[in-house]
């Protein structure tokens, strides 16, 4: 029985060698799977309110923790195996990477613990700005893990020093530069955004016939949510380089009406219209005193008198403004009507020949 299990199954291994070692990885499976198990549960224990930054932590190392346990197992169980030095060299070059990967994508995991804090942080603080900085520090934390690790990585595997396999890729980072250029643009694009801050997460643009609030800014587009609920996405390099409106950092809502009335209105009821303009807006609701309203008798239309009104609204909020021009535009036809003033529509008078009232023609002399 025990000759059996010292018979040689690969070249200068044993049967007994070969089972311990796949022993060993199904040993460290298992163990990730219970670790990830109890780590899963453990983490239930904690209220999604309170501690939330603890459940973050525990799901990341829980998605990393088989591959890290693989990775161990393999080094534990290739120290039973007898091989060459060559293949020893490969192996450990494996080994070398399977950890640097598994560091690596813990390390790279644990950014949602960052991105949590950071998160939490910016819903405390007044400065929308903070909401559009704290995605792009998550974001650059893993993109720079991401390189550090293929650097590590392409050290392991290369046997010349990470200097010279860089200084070996010069010509071919030069094609990829070239290649990339516009998301070199983009990129420089989300840092002039940052930097200038021509507007935040959450105010409403208008860009190139699109017009909506922007919901997030990334590295290399910005997403704006139209008003009919599309889901826009705008490559940096054009947000910076071309005119945005930002219509929530507007201040005011001006608010311009010409009121057209009718040509055999007298000049006092003229007079008297412009009154009641005048009065249905002294102090109005978001008024200010350096923006008055203004109402004039304008100008003689083709078919009506024009009555000019125009008044600034306070803030600059939409559906406020538009509320406060809905009582407005009633109180308007209210006060005109009791006053007996009429308004005007495009109107054209025919005079038919014949017509002793009206003659076409002057009576001779």
């Known amino acids: ?55 973050v932590l525990l799901k990341s190392s829980e998605r990393t923790l088989l591959l890290i346990c693989l990775t161990v197992g393999m080094w534990l169980g290739f120290a039973y195996l007898t091989v060459s030095p060559s293949v020893r060299e490969v192996l450990n070059t494996i080994l070398r990477v399977m950890g640097t990967v598994a560091i690596g994508y813990l390390i790279y995991c644990l950014v949602d613990v960052v991105d ?35 650097l590590q990585v392409m050290d392991a595997i290369s046997d010349r020093p990470i200097t010279s396999v860089l200084a070996g890729l010069g010509v071919g980072g030069l094609a990829i ?46 997403r704006v949510r139209t008003l009919d609920g599309s889901l826009v996405t705008i490559p940096n390099s054009e947000m910076v380089s071309e005119t945005i409106e930002n219509v929530g950092k507007r201040l005011f809502i001006r608010h311009k009406a010409h009121i057209t009335i009718t040509y055999d209105t007298p000049p006092h009821k003229v007079e008297e219209a412009v009154q009641i303009l005048k009065d249905i807006l002294k102090d109005h609701e978001g008024c200010r005193p350096e923006y008055p309203p203004r109402v004039h008798f304008s100008a003689f239309n083709d078919a009506s008198l024009n009555l000019q009104m125009i008044y600034w609204y306070h803030p600059g909020d939409y559906w406020l403004y538009l509320e406060f021009a809905h009582r407005v535009n009633l109180e308007i036809l209210r006060r005109f009507n009791a006053a007996g003033i009429d308004f005007a529509f495009p109107t054209q008078t025919l005079y038919l020949a014949g017509d002793p009232k009206r003659p076409l023609l002057p009576k001779p002399g």
């Open 1 to 55: 029985m025990l000759g059996w299990f010292r018979k040689e199954v690969m070249p200068g291994n044993e049967l007994w060698q070969v089972l311990l070692f796949l022993g060993v990885i199904f040993c460290a499976m298992v163990a990730g799977r219970l670790a990830r198990l109890v780590i899963a549960r453990f983490g239930r224990r904690f209220p999604l309110d309170e501690d939330r930054w603890v459940r």
């Open 116 to 150: 949590h804090w950071l998160s939490k942080w910016t819903a405390g603080t007044v400065s929308r700005i903070d909401n559009m900085l704290a995605p792009l520090v998550g974001k650059s934390l893993r993109i720079t893990i991401l390189v550090v690790i293929s």
């Open 177 to 222: 530069a070239l290649a990339g250029q516009e998301t070199i643009k983009n990129f420089f694009g989300s840092i002039v955004i940052v930097a200038d801050k021509p507007f935040e997460i959450g105010d409403r643009v208008r860009f190139e016939g699109f017009d909506g609030p922007v919901e997030s800014v990334g590295f290399r587009s910005t």
